[in-house]
């Protein structure tokens, strides 16, 4: 895997992007592979041309379209008619009646990425779509710095897609994570270091051999595929907006483009516009932008993570100050929760709704909770949670607080013996609750 680049795909009628914009000065550039400014070093976002997608995009056109993320096809930042679509999106928008109950809230939504395709979490989204124009760039080989769940993602859609993978993570990641990017032979790297080492190590790597990074050189096609869990809710509830979202913060990336996503189908006219409170959930172990946030910065001073919530570890967030400056502008919040709270939260969403999260989910949940108990979110509000992976992935999170099976002989008393005593332990753990 040397010079991996092809000639470039030919534009074609149905892009409705224009090409890439400086968050920061406003510069514009090609939609190329790059996603620095090279004028004052801002990120680079995708621009689109909203008067044609107003006069083109109707929630029936969107409806008639395939169930998965390329419903949205024209908001996204591709060229082609036939992008990489593995079924990815539309997952699941639960009302979660008895966690509401809970918490003393009356309508709670769980947006589902825990159970996306093909790897179990919202990184699929962002990795259809970077590979789409990945291709569509002319690499063949691609890449990715993670903390696990865009390892999977990355080496799952590659091999579907035809395309040579090599992935960097920590050598400390989960084991269920490691094995769920082995298995579609990738080449891995497992670094000695933090997911910040990594990615550091990963632009080298960029410029060096000239591979497309999901997440660095093609980083502003990638995190577009992150709009699509706004759309989808939008569409889910009705065409209207939620009043409140809770999510995690990594990066930042995932809450600033929820908040596009939502601000683009307002722009050309899908839905009402409306106030939507936005609220982020990080560990005590790796928070930055809370800590920014509390303290009223308007910029992150990096940490070194020290949390089992590893999927949401960075502590250098490329996109921490306009996550601060989105939950301020919109009334949120942004708290931290301790690893404690974490595995409470994981237990939590489990056996209210059926749903087994991992780090990242559990961290949003505790401090969904955190938020409810603190007076921060009404319970009127329509609250829309985002849990953005499967708990199989991390299992070794959970291990030591679920108890553990009755053993029994195969006989009827055996099995009324360690019945009275489940029932028996039930009582004292409601007793304990109650207290």
């Given at each position: ?116 395709m093909p790897t179990l979490s919202f990184k699929d989204r962002v990795v ?122 990594a990066s930042g990336s995932l809450f600033t483009k929820i908040y596009k ?39 992150i001073t990096p940490v070194k993570p020290d949390t089992i919530a590893k ?125």
């Amino acid at each position: 895997m040397t010079q991996t680049i092809a000639p470039t795909c030919s534009r074609t009628s149905a892009a409705t992007f224009t090409g890439l914009k400086c968050k920061e000065c406003g510069a514009e550039y090609e939609a190329k592979a790059m996603h620095v400014c090279e004028l004052c070093f801002g990120p680079l976002e995708v621009a689109y041309d909203y008067e044609v997608l107003r006069q083109t995009v109707t929630r029936e056109s969107i409806a008639n379209g395939p169930n998965s993320i390329w419903r949205y096809r024209q908001f996204l930042p591709v060229e082609t008619d036939h992008p990489i679509d593995v079924g990815t999106g539309m997952t699941p928008l639960l009302q979660a009646n008895r966690l509401a109950r809970r918490l003393g809230l009356k309508r709670l939504y769980i947006k589902n990425d825990a159970v996306n395709m093909p790897t179990l979490s919202f990184k699929d989204r962002v990795v259809s779509v970077a590979l789409t124009r990945a291709r569509e760039l002319g690499f063949t080989t691609v890449s990715c710095a993670s903390t696990g769940n865009l390892a999977n993602s990355t080496a799952a859609i590659a091999a579907h897609a035809g395309l040579d993978c090599c992935v960097f993570i920590p050598s400390d990641l989960e084991a269920g994570k490691v094995l769920g990017t082995l298995i579609y032979s990738p080449t891995v790297m497992a670094v000695h270091g933090n997911y910040d080492q990594v990615n550091r190590l990963c632009s080298e790597v960029a410029n060096t051999h000239g591979w497309g990074f999901v997440n660095i050189n093609l980083r502003p096609y990638y995190s577009e595929g992150s709009k699509t869990l706004g759309y989808e809710v939008v569409e889910q509830l009705g065409w209207e907006l939620p009043d409140h979202i809770v999510a995690p913060l990594a990066s930042g990336s995932l809450f600033t483009k929820i908040y596009k996503g939502f601000q683009e189908f307002v722009k050309v006219g899908l839905v009402d516009e409306k106030p939507v409170r936005f609220s982020g959930a990080q560990a005590e172990g790796c928070s930055p932008i809370a800590q920014a946030f509390r303290e009223g910065r308007d910029f992150i001073t990096p940490v070194k993570p020290d949390t089992i919530a590893k999927s949401i570890a960075i502590g250098n967030p490329a996109d921490g100050v306009y996550a601060v400056e989105i939950a301020q502008k919109t009334n949120g919040n942004i708290e931290s929760v301790t690893d404690q709270e974490i595995v409470d939260g994981i237990k939590l969403l489990a056996e209210t709704e059926g749903i087994f999260t991992e780090t990242a989910g559990g961290t949003t949940i505790a401090t969904l909770k955190k938020l409810v108990e603190a007076g921060k979110i009404n319970s009127d509000e329509t609250t829309v949670v985002y849990i953005t992976g499967n708990g199989l992935k991390t299992q070794e999170a959970v291990q030591g607080y679920v108890g553990e099976p009755l053993t029994i002989e195969p006989k009827l008393d055996s099995f009324e013996r360690a019945l009275e005593r489940a029932q028996t332990l039930d009582r004292l753990e409601w007793q304990q609750v109650l207290v």
